[in-house]
């Protein structure tokens, strides 16, 4: 399976995670950075840097910025990743990248480099082994809540819903 899988969306490991792992089934992940989220180049309070993807598509950066860059779970996973990178004297991009290769069912990643030295240092993730703590670590600040559906207020109400026209 091609799921999107990283530290900031983890909603797989409701459903889909059992079911591969029961199955024998093999994780593809894709965006293990979060379109380049998770490898520290944006910053609490501050706008998309130049360079970066959400400052060069203005309009498509800015809606993507503004789904998560109000989310005080995204900085404080921000805030983690760059703890253990910096305990680690790597980058952040490896520390992400690392957790997603370490996830149950995960046979690798579809990595989306944008430049060969982004490439490079994605590559030395394979390399990287997190400890119990740091893997911890970033689970406790990722740990996703319930999907909002089914799980969550929205599927509550679907949950004793009556299909009209059936047999019973």
Known sequence: MQPQHNLLSRAIEWEVVPACEAEGLGLLPWSPLASGWLTGKYRRDEPPAEGTRLAEQMDQG?????ERGHLERDWQV?????????????SMSQVAVAWVLARPAVCSVILGARTLAQLEDNLTAGDLTLSEDETQLLDAASKPGAPDYP???????????????GRF
């Not at 983690?80 to 910096?86: L, Q, T």
């Not at 799980?151 to 949950?159: A, L, T, V």
Request: net charge positive; glycine share 16%; proline share 0%.
């Open 62 to 66: 800015m809606r993507i910025w503004n």
């Open 78 to 90: 921000l805030d983690a990743v760059r703890k253990v990178a910096d305990g680690r004297g790597t």
């Open 151 to 165: 799980y969550g207020e929205r599927g509550q109400s679907q949950r004793d819903r009556r299909v009209q026209g």
